[in-house]
């Protein structure tokens, strides 16, 4: 599975941004989709979640309220609708794929957002 995120980007404070993650492959429907998230000088920390077989999510509470993960199986992508931005949220976002009933997992290569005014 190769993963591609896209949408990051400069944006002011209190702006939106939709990130997406497309995945190759034919069996995404197997795998729980998470957004994580690695800001300069600090660990990475999970953003989102959302798993394959239920469609249940869950959130950092440091996003709650403001960001919104959801996936179109059909085509094979991975979103995450971020609202309310703030300067705390300026960081490399990656996409995180992994396998239901498995340890199997990949990562897309990252993108950048950037809350500035």
């Known amino acids: 599975v190769q993963l591609m995120e896209s949408g990051g980007g400069l944006v002011q404070p209190g702006g939106s941004l939709r990130l997406s993650c497309a995945a190759s492959?034919?069996?995404?429907?197997?795998?729980?989709m998470s957004w994580y998230r690695q800001a300069p000088g600090k660990e990475r920390e999970l953003v989102a979640v959302i798993t394959a077989l239920t469609g249940s999510t869950n959130y950092a509470d440091s996003v709650k309220g403001r960001f919104t993960i959801s996936r179109d199986n059909a085509k094979n992508t991975v979103y995450l609708q971020m609202n309310s931005l703030k300067r705390d949220d300026t960081a490399v976002y990656y996409c995180?794929?992994?396998?239901?009933?498995?340890?199997?997992?990949?990562w897309g290569q990252g993108t950048q957002v950037t809350v500035s005014s």
């Open positions: 492959g034919s069996t995404f429907g197997r795998y729980d």
């Open positions: 995180r794929a992994q396998l239901i009933w498995s340890r199997l997992e990949y």
